[in-house]
């Protein structure tokens, strides 16, 4: 994977985070406006029945159920203290190169993480199917 891909680091710019918020139920009179979601790093990933997720390009944390009193900022840290993006110091626009790369880096950690993560769930549901399948045959048996 490219570091400097655009595909892959286009998120990191809070413009393209906020063109996400489409549809996104809290407005003016709230604190989790699409404004300050962008600005804490979320980009707004709705399914069907849920028209309130959010999702953070760095580490992937989803949250849903927001409330319009919400803070972006405070949720993403309590719920993702160990987001690299979330503690950073720096404007994106500021940062090395070489600050950008390490970044990038750790994100590619979370993403891994998550795939993962994805992928033993699925294997642990296979699993218990399986074995579901092979107690009722032998049931069936005797
Ligand atoms: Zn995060």
Sequence with gaps: MEP???EETKMYFYENR???FVGWPF??????TPESMAQAGFIHTPSDNSPDIAKCFFCLKELEGWEPEDDPQ???????????????????????VEEFLKLQKERQKFIINKSCNET??????AAKLRRAE???????EE
């Excluded at 033993?120 to 549901?125: G, M, V």
């Design 4 to 6: 400097f891909d655009e």
């Design 18 to 20: 906020l063109k996400t």
């Design 27 to 32: 407005d003016e009179e709230c604190a989790c």
């Design 74 to 96: 405070k949720e993403h840290k309590s719920h993702s203290p160990t987001c690299h993006f979330i503690a950073l110091k720096k404007k994106v626009e500021e940062l090395t």
């Design 120 to 125: 033993i769930t699925k294997f642990e549901e």
């Design 134 to 140: 092979i107690i009722k045959t032998a049931m069936d």
